[in-house]
């Protein structure tokens, strides 16, 4: 590789393809939404394949009744034979006759029921009139034709800001879905700087929704909620940029920016951070001995790339080769972008083939990329990272900054330690 | 419309997806929106294959709608015949791209591809995978085979096993080494390991023999009509399925040469002393119905279970399991509604339950034992070892993997003697399962998914007994007595009795005479 040019990533000339994209669709983020929104249900109105995608993403049939569902499209529904409007009706007066517990249902639009047009906005209104007050029922589309993986996540969020309720409080609002775990360590941190109250969307309950207006102010967490940010703003809410909370430096410097909002005494931020900095970095330190001065790839799979490749080129040594993703939203990333080394192919969207040629060609150290190419490009001596697993485990902020490395030195650690070549011979 | 959580099969197109990806040399190019590539992942990952499956999807987005998707679809036929030079294309559509209705059959047909097209008209909205994989079978039999010349020698062909089938890969080498002792020789097997190149041979075999009805019975019966080749009726899983498939093959074959039984352990297993303690087990079973009513054979007539219930959710061969279950003498249960098959077997309260991944998270959360015997897979059904369900070794392996779940012979014995030992308290579980309690005994069997989450919030479904029971202290602590693997079905029978007496509390006496009442 030719000396890096200084500077960031911002001005990249970025390599757009239109090809096959090997990249779940926006109901995979059921999978976590359903888990972090303890009241809610989500109601797929779909397909057999609907119901299929979210079984195998979800590693296969774990819950015994989740709180997601597809209602199934059938002939008749779709002939016309059936008003599809009373269909469903019947299917969720069903379906909350048997989960009292249910205080929030969401109709989640798919490929299937865009297509036929089948309006769930319409439907959300009228079953929100029939259930209220116990449960609201809202619609967003997480469908394949529109959405790609954690753009449902986005979907669903943006789907709730038009009703969240009005505030004129100066509130901080942290928007992402993140394990309460981590959530929890981000609001000590905050309120540790005297920050408080801070409200989270979305909330683990109905109940506690936060509300908005001309005197919120915001920090997403997580880099795919374009939507969501444009229906904040419409609100009134204003956003404060800052890099992504993933790694020390991540962290350190979101947490800098939300702090420098709120006025928050430079020595009470250090004397807050100091400790669990000096954690990270020493974890991060420990993991970075096997990431530094290795190649890496990513295939585009949740938006978390830039970030990603930002903490694993500035704080683990690595380098990137190519970073790609499904969608490159400069003003939601400019302050990764402008952080992370140049790199030699920024892409956006996929060709999945021409990719593969890429990565062969190059024969990175480690790949990022869905499982649906992991064990393949195993088989062909790469080693891989499976990148469903980056939206799975607790990686935000700083006491995970080891743990995120550690997802990357892991593949490699374990590449060293099995005898070279034979898993290679065993795969043909 | 019909709410499901959990399904048993897939959709149609993933059987096209099995069959193509068990062949070489064929490609499938599917129209499809972007996110249906998640299908890639069940064979990359829970069978885990070295190749991505071959199969080019045309990812068409919303805003491709209004516009040409019927383009797309022509690029991605082109781009996957230049890239991967396949004998053949497989054409479809999703669920999806049926409702744009852009015909891909007729748009390959036009591109004047320079290999056979073979168009699939799977509807997504009525059918299922396993329809999927018989129907795209069929078409690509009927599109490549042609009668022909039979072999000298006599020869058969093998029609079934896929890609993500249960077990296929060492049934097939199983009944491919038994045919061979028998001197038959094996024209082809498909569609795993067959090239379009090969299935245009198919006719040279002088008989077919068909491993799972699921997957090639219509493309059998085909190739009866077409090619006069009879095909055989029995599924050779169990001892005696085996030997009546060995002489079933021996009479289309006219050849007197049987197989060597001496690796067959299975009789002596179930025979020998240690396996007393199955007698009369009651067990339940659900999965495809072809695999269920040959288990249900072998629980009864190999292993000295009893039968208590049995179901399928493939209607397609509903007919044969009700006939099964008559037999039987219980009620067939045929849905593909897992909640269905949860309330029966809590209602049923089996020992052993022998069903699907489906079943065995059933069982975790009833705590009731479970062996798998049937699709839909999992990663641990894709063990590395030579694992087959059919012939010889496949009885030996059923019976392991049956016992298995359950506490051992000896051992369960030993915990009737010693109850409340401090060693052998029921608290400890099957010895040979490690590292847990009995409580996780719901948690044991088999590895976990790729992303465990353990989230179980629904209570369990009671059985319908009288809530208004009271146990007395004394009969409660009786109860726990009992050893765990039996406690459930003490305590309900126990209370159906005293419903059933119309009495409102559960005394010691309640207890044994309910216990004398149920005694077998």
């Not at chain 1, 029921?113 to 209220?132: G, P």
């Not at chain 1, 190649?295 to 694993?312: C, G, I, K, Y």
């Not at chain 2, 991505?52 to 709608?65: G, K, N």
């Not at chain 2, 599924?235 to 690796?263: C, K, M, Q, W």
Request: charged share 25%; hydrophobic share 45%.
């Amino acid at each position: 590789m030719t000396a890096l040019p200084a500077g960031g990533c911002r001005d990249l000339p970025v390599l757009r393809e239109r090809g096959q994209r090997e990249v779940f669709c926006g109901l995979t983020g059921l999978i976590w939404l359903h888990r972090k929104m303890q009241d809610a249900f989500f109601l797929v109105v779909g397909s057999r394949t609907c119901a299929h995608l979210l079984q195998s993403a979800a590693g296969v049939m774990i819950f015994a009744e989740p709180r997601f569902g597809t209602a199934i499209l059938e002939e008749k529904d779709l002939a016309g034979l059936a008003d599809a409007q009373t269909e469903l009706d019947r299917e969720v007066d069903r379906l909350l006759a048997r989960r009292p517990d249910i205080r929030q249902l969401f109709l989640v639009g798919s490929c299937p029921s865009e297509v036929i047009k089948l309006d769930l906005a319409k439907a959300a209104e009228r079953q929100s009139a029939r259930h209220a007050p116990h449960v609201r029922v809202l619609n967003f589309s997480g469908s394949g034709i529109e959405t790609t993986f954690t753009q449902g996540e986005d979907a669903c969020l943006a789907a709730m800001v038009p009703v969240l309720p009005k505030t004129q409080a100066r509130e901080l609002l942290l928007v992402g879905a993140l394990p309460d775990v981590v959530e929890d360590q981000a609001l000590a941190l905050l309120a540790a700087m005297g920050i408080t109250p801070v409200r989270v969307l979305p909330a683990r309950r109905s109940g506690e929704m936060p509300a908005v207006g001309a005197h919120t102010v915001f920090a997403l967490t997580q880099p795919f909620l374009a939507d969501t940010r444009e229906a904040l703003l419409r609100r009134g809410a204003r956003q404060i940029t800052a890099p992504f909370p993933f790694g020390e430096e991540g962290t350190t410097l979101w947490l800098r920016a939300v702090a420098d909002e709120f006025g928050v005494p430079s020595d009470l931020f250090d004397s807050v951070t100091a400790a669990p900095r000096a954690r990270a970095r020493k974890a991060v330190a420990a993991q970075a001995e096997t990431l530094r001065d290795r190649t890496l790839f990513f295939f585009p799979d949740s938006q978390l790339e830039v970030p990603l490749a930002r903490f694993l080129a500035r704080e683990c040594g690595m380098r990137p080769l190519e970073v790609g993703t499904p969608y490159l939203h400069r003003d939601i990333l400019g302050p990764d972008l402008d952080l992370l080394p140049p790199v030699p192919v920024l892409s956006e969207g996929q060709d999945v083939d021409r990719q593969l040629d890429r990565a062969r060609a190059q024969r990175p150290d480690l790949t990022v990329c869905g499982l649906g190419l992991a064990n393949p490009l195993e088989a062909e001596g790469l080693a891989t990272k499976w990148a469903i697993e980056l939206v799975f485990t607790p990686v935000h902020f700083y006491e995970q900054a080891g743990d995120l490395a550690g997802l990357f030195a892991r593949p490699l650690r374990r590449r060293a330690l099995l005898s070279p070549g034979a898993a290679l011979e065993a795969a043909e | 419309m019909k709410l499901t959580v959990w399904t048993y099969e897939g959709p149609p197109h993933v059987g096209a997806m099995r069959v193509a990806t068990a062949m070489q040399g064929l490609h499938y190019v599917l129209h499809a929106p972007q996110g249906d590539t998640y299908a890639d992942l069940l064979f990359t990952m829970i069978e885990r294959r070295s190749k991505r499956p071959p199969v080019s999807y045309t990812t068409f987005q919303a805003r491709d709608l209004g516009g040409d998707t019927a383009n797309l679809f022509r690029t991605a036929a082109q781009d996957a015949c230049d890239r991967f030079r396949p004998e053949a294309i497989i054409v479809g559509a999703s669920c999806t791209a049926e409702l744009i209705q852009d015909n891909p059959g007729g748009l390959a047909e036009a591109l004047g591809l320079p290999v056979p097209v073979i168009a699939l008209d799977l509807p997504s909205y009525q059918r299922r995978e396993n329809f999927g994989a018989d129907e795209t079978f069929l078409q690509i039999v009927r599109h490549l085979a042609r009668p022909m010349a039979r072999t000298a020698r006599v020869s058969c062909n093998i029609l079934g096993p896929t890609a993500l089938g249960f077990r296929h890969r060492d049934d097939l080498a199983e009944i491919t080494a038994l045919l061979e002792e028998m001197g038959i020789e094996v024209n082809l097997a498909a569609p795993m390991g067959a090239r379009p190149g090969d299935i245009a041979r198919m006719g040279a075999a002088h008989f077919n023999v068909l491993l799972y009805p699921e997957t090639a019975e219509s493309a059998a019966r085909h190739c009866e009509t077409a090619f006069g080749q009879p095909y055989t009726r029995t599924v050779p899983i169990g001892v005696a399925a085996t030997r009546a498939f060995i002489a079933e093959v021996a009479a289309l074959a006219g050849t007197a040469r049987h197989p060597d039984e001496a690796r067959l352990r299975q009789p002596w297993w179930a025979a020998s002393v240690d396996s007393t303690y199955l007698t009369g087990k009651r067990v339940f079973l659900f999965g495809d119905a072809t695999h269920v009513i040959a288990a249900a054979r072998i629980a009864r007539d190999e292993i000295g279970f009893e039968v208590c219930g049995m179901g399928c959710y493939n209607r397609e061969q509903a007919r044969a399991l009700r006939a099964a279950a008559k037999q039987f003498g219980v009620e067939p249960l045929i849905t593909d509604d897992y909640l269905e098959v949860e309330a029966a077997i809590a209602a049923l309260q089996p020992e052993l339950i022998l069903g699907t991944q489906m079943e065995r998270h059933i069982g975790k959360r009833l705590g009731i034992p479970c062996a798998v015997i049937s699709a839909p897979v999992h990663v641990q059904d894709f063990p590395a070892r030579h694992s087959p369900q059919m012939g010889f070794e496949g009885a030996n392996v059923i019976f392991d993997t049956w016992v298995h779940p359950l506490v051992m012979g000896l051992e369960e014995h030993l915990l009737h003697m010693f109850r409340d030992d401090f060693e052998f308290h029921d608290a400890a579980g099957p010895s040979h399962h490690g590292g847990h309690a009995p409580r996780s005994l719901s948690d044991a069997p088999g590895a976990l998914p790729p992303h465990p989450q353990d989230t179980s919030e629904r209570k369990m479904p009671e059985a319908p007994a009288a809530d208004s029971i009271v146990w007395l202290s004394d009969a409660e602590r009786e109860l726990k007595k009992i050893p765990f693997f039996v406690r459930g079905k003490a305590r309900r029978n126990t209370e159906n009795f005293a419903a059933g007496k119309g009495l409102n509390e559960i005394s010691i006496d309640t207890l044994y005479e309910a216990k004398a009442h149920y005694a077998r």
